[in-house]
């Protein structure tokens, strides 16, 4: 072969490799780059949950909206809770939206927004349970949402009343485990409890003196995406926007 034409070969060969490097870097994970790929776990009412093959709620209308005003459409991924930090770091995903509390755990890990609606975590259990305040928790078995806040919550409450921590991946999974009786109590948000008591007349909660930041969406680390995402959702605090969603998801705050 002339030497002239390796040359180009190899020339030729180097942009197309640094081409792919640059696409994989900063595209999108839908690999259209108006197409942003939403990963939540749809477990999670009225935040997230399925209607049909559908994922709707206040998440799913708020991430369209953010999306939208920054030229972006939204594909959803349902998956497991305990995976999502990890399909936006393995480009699976482009935003969180679940709810997600930015701990600073996950801020080593992932990039988060402002926060968008706050939070309190309550213990869920039977009226039968007798167990009114924290320290009726006494060895008793609380179930959590695998790789959640609640989770840390309650393994911190482990030693001091010899609890034992079950957890699962979906809520819905933890309150029939209550309702079976296989776990006396559950720490969950207020906002997602609250459909359960008023669905499940033989529950009762009481809310957990702890802190819980609220809901972030996450994005991958230094993604030019939070600076935007945040710009419009402070627009949308200040024009009422969010409030309108906020009334339209939860029922309490009409
Ligand atoms: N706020 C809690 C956390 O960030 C729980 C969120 C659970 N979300 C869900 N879609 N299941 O750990």
């Known amino acids: 072969?002339?030497?002239?034409?390796?040359?180009?070969?190899?020339?030729?060969?180097?942009?197309?490799?640094?081409?792919?490097?640059?696409?994989?870097?900063?595209?999108?994970?839908?690999?259209?780059?108006?197409?942003?790929?939403?990963?939540?776990?749809?477990?999670?009412?009225?935040?997230?949950?399925?209607?049909?093959?559908?994922?709707?709620?206040?998440?799913?209308?708020?991430?369209?909206?953010?999306?939208?005003?920054?030229?972006?459409?939204?594909?959803?991924?349902?998956?497991?809770?305990?995976?999502?930090?990890?399909?936006?770091?393995?480009?699976?995903?482009?935003?969180?939206?679940?709810?997600?509390?930015?701990?600073?755990?996950?801020?080593?890990?992932?990039?988060?927004?402002?926060?968008?609606?706050?939070?309190?975590?309550?213990?869920?259990?039977?009226?039968?349970?007798?167990?009114?305040?924290?320290k009726d928790l006494k060895d008793k078995t609380v179930g959590v949402q695998l790789g959640s806040i609640q989770q840390d919550e309650a393994n911190g409450f482990q030693k001091k009343y010899n609890l034992t921590v079950e957890d699962r991946n979906k809520i819905s999974d933890i309150i029939q485990e209550i309702k079976a009786g296989r776990f006396d109590a559950a720490i969950i948000e207020d906002k997602v409890a609250a459909g359960y008591l008023e669905k499940e007349k033989e529950f009762q909660a009481f809310g957990l003196n702890s802190s819980n930041e609220g809901s972030a969406i996450a994005f991958k680390k230094n993604s030019d995406l939070t600076a935007k995402f945040n710009k419009s959702l402070k627009e949308m605090k200040d024009n009422g926007e969010l409030d309108q969603l906020i009334k339209k998801w939860f029922a309490d705050e009409k």
């Open 1 to 134: 072969m002339k030497k002239w034409l390796l040359l180009l070969m190899t020339a030729g060969l180097a942009a197309a490799l640094a081409a792919c490097g640059t696409s994989s870097n900063n595209s999108n994970a839908s690999g259209d780059d108006k197409t942003l790929i939403m990963a939540t776990s749809a477990d999670y009412p009225p935040f997230e949950s399925k209607d049909g093959d559908k994922v709707v709620g206040f998440d799913v209308d708020l991430a369209t909206a953010l999306a939208k005003k920054n030229g972006y459409k939204i594909e959803i991924q349902d998956m497991d809770f305990a995976s999502l930090v990890s399909a936006l770091k393995t480009n699976k995903a482009d935003i969180v939206l679940a709810g997600m509390t930015p701990t600073e755990k996950r801020k080593k890990q992932v990039d988060f927004s402002d926060v968008y609606y706050n939070a309190e975590n309550l213990v869920v259990s039977k009226k039968s349970s007798g167990i009114k305040a924290e």
